[in-house]
């Protein structure tokens, strides 16, 4: 996959880490946002606003703890490299 390209190199993990916390957090904040911008659309009913405000909640938070595990796979990679 993409990610296979950073095992030897923390250096390059970090700024992708960083990238994928600021994403997921851009998200969480969409979903936070979300009944603003549902009351313009057809209304599906609360039903289905609300799934989609948690799918738009889960999503957003599997893409932060991707960012996280990366950073800390980065931090581990660095530390056993300097010694």
């Not at 296979?4 to 916390?21: G, H, S, T, Y």
Request: charged fraction near 15%; aromatic fraction near 10%.
């Amino acid at each position: 996959m993409i990610l296979r390209r950073f095992n030897d190199a923390p250096e390059k993990m970090i700024p992708a880490a960083m990238a994928l916390v600021v994403a997921g957090l851009s998200i969480v904040m969409t979903g936070f946002a979300w009944p603003r911008f549902s009351a313009s659309m057809p209304h599906p009913g609360t039903d289905w606003n609300d799934f989609v405000r948690g799918a738009i909640f889960g999503f957003g938070i599997v893409v932060e703890i991707a960012g996280v595990a990366l950073a800390a796979n980065a931090a581990a990679l660095k530390k056993r490299n300097a010694a």
